[in-house]
């Protein structure tokens, strides 16, 4: 669950992404999920215990995550890249990569994909729609990465307490 306190239907959105995203069901992860780094191709699992600033800040080297050789430094609930961090770190005032600091973050991001009124409206669908670009794991991402189906997700928005439009 979200630790900012938000539209409950964007709480469950969030938990859903969490969910799609693997975090939240990540085999070591001790906090939600905001403990999680992604996984190379060694597939050893992994997780950061120091908040204070995003993992791969300080210079630790992208992860590799497949056969093309290509690179992520996806961490936290949201599978949020470093190469943004500094970016809304500064726009958002973020003074860590806490737990609140992840969820302020993906709210901006749902922002700015202009899905958060879809979200609080309930009109999942679309939301997911405008946030495929961002996240990967969404049906029709289109990045080579496993993509949940919509069915499934709409499924774990609901469970999380997120409410359909009529």
Same mark, same amino acid.
């Given at each position: 669950?979200?630790? !900012?306190?938000?539209? /409950?239907?964007?709480? #469950?959105?969030?938990?859903?992404? #969490?969910?799609?995203?693997? %975090? *939240?069901?990540?085999?070591?992860?001790?906090?939600?999920?905001?403990?999680?780094?992604?996984?190379?191709?060694?597939?050893?699992?992994?997780?950061? %215990?120091?908040?204070?600033?995003? /993992?791969?800040?300080?210079?630790?080297? *992208?992860? %590799?995550?497949?056969?093309?050789?290509?690179?992520?430094?996806?961490?936290?609930?949201?599978?949020?890249?470093?190469?943004?961090? /500094?970016?809304?770190?500064?726009?958002?005032?973020? /003074?860590?990569?806490?737990?609140?600091?992840?969820?302020?973050?993906?709210?901006?991001?749902?922002?700015?994909?202009?899905?958060?009124?879809?979200?609080?409206?309930?009109?999942?669908?679309?939301?997911?729609?405008?946030?495929?670009? !961002?996240? #990967?794991?969404?049906?029709?991402?289109?990045?080579?990465?496993?993509?949940?189906?919509?069915?499934?997700?709409?499924?774990?928005?609901? #469970? *999380?307490?997120?409410?359909?439009?009529?």
């Amino acid at each position: 669950m979200a630790v !900012i306190k938000v539209h /409950p239907n964007v709480a #469950a959105f969030l938990d859903m992404l #969490a969910f799609s995203e693997g %975090t *939240a069901t990540h085999l070591l992860t001790r906090n939600q999920g905001y403990d999680v780094v992604v996984t190379g191709i060694d597939g050893k699992p992994e997780i950061f %215990t120091d908040y204070s600033d995003h /993992p791969f800040a300080h210079g630790r080297p *992208a992860k %590799t995550f497949n056969r093309r050789g290509e690179r992520s430094t996806a961490s936290g609930r949201y599978q949020q890249l470093y190469r943004y961090w /500094p970016h809304y770190k500064a726009l958002l005032s973020l /003074p860590d990569f806490s737990p609140s600091s992840q969820d302020r973050l993906a709210v901006q991001l749902l922002t700015e994909q202009r899905s958060l009124a879809d979200i609080e409206r309930g009109d999942i669908e679309q939301a997911i729609d405008k946030c495929r670009n !961002i996240w #990967a794991s969404l049906p029709g991402a289109g990045y080579g990465q496993r993509e949940h189906r919509l069915d499934k997700l709409v499924e774990v928005y609901r #469970a *999380a307490g997120g409410e359909i439009a009529q």
